[in-house]
């Protein structure tokens, strides 16, 4: 089954604990993108990659990571979490041609995290 | 000015009724549309593609007026399945950066 798949689905933690959110897609699609939902603002981009080692900045960068070694993974790591980022994160993933933007985006299950 | 707007709703609509919405969007750049759907705080899905000259799937039927750079989403004879979170989005000039609306709410009640 075609999929993107995200551990942990739900994870409390304390502020400062580095943490790493996973994300696998079984699809051999180029391009991954991690987002973060927070009440009323929408989804926002916080890394994107659009193929093995290559990433870029989205939106809400700042006390973000992220790495892209295989097509597959595109982990997430938080080195010192804090309060305000706690939130609801999406990993997508999609094709991607050079030059044409329109693909469907295709998203993990969220991750649900709280930073006390 | 947000990228991508949205009224929040939610609206509250009998079965069987027609309700429609808009989006509008700042960038008159942006060329890709997009209506998602999300169910509940899960994940959003591909609802469907916003093309020029508008487009139908079933009973959804959405729109595209770059002179006035908004979209619309029209959902006609309502099921009570349709209730959920719609959520419009945008392109961003050439590269691959998706703007995200926060979501209009549709509530379908029996």
């Known amino acids: 089954e075609a999929q993107v798949t995200q551990n942990p689905r739900y994870l409390i933690t304390v502020t400062g604990k580095k943490l790493t959110v996973t994300c696998s897609q079984n699809?051999?699609?180029?391009?991954m993108s991690w987002y973060r939902q927070d009440p009323g603002l929408g989804l926002r981009q916080i890394y994107y990659?659009?193929?093995?080692?290559?990433?870029d900045k989205g939106d809400v960068p700042e006390g973000y990571k992220v790495s892209r070694k295989e097509k597959r993974n595109f982990p997430l790591i938080l080195e010192s979490p804090s309060p305000n980022q706690t939130s609801l994160y999406f990993c997508?993933?999609?094709?991607?041609?050079?030059?044409?933007?329109?693909?469907?985006?295709?998203f993990g299950p969220g991750t649900r995290l709280t930073v006390t | 000015r947000k990228e991508v707007e949205q009224d929040p709703g939610p609206f509250n609509v009998p079965e069987g009724a027609t309700v429609a919405f808009n989006c509008t969007y700042s960038?008159?750049?942006?060329?890709?549309f997009f209506w998602y759907r999300q169910d509940c705080r899960k994940e959003p899905k591909l609802l469907m593609s916003v093309y020029s000259s508008g487009n139908e799937d079933g009973r959804f039927t959405a729109q595209l007026n770059r002179a006035s750079q908004y979209i619309s989403l029209l959902i006609r004879d309502s099921k009570l399945s349709d209730s959920a979170t719609y959520l419009c989005?945008?392109?961003?000039?050439?590269?691959?950066?998706?703007?995200f609306g926060a979501g209009t709410t549709v509530t379908v009640r029996a």
């Open positions: 699809m051999n699609h180029e391009y």
């Open positions: 990659s659009m193929n093995v080692e290559v990433t």
């Open positions: 997508a993933s999609s094709l991607y041609a050079s030059g044409n933007p329109s693909y469907e985006q295709y």
């Open positions: 960038n008159s750049a942006s060329q890709s």
């Open positions: 989005v945008v392109n961003r000039d050439n590269d691959y950066k998706l703007s």
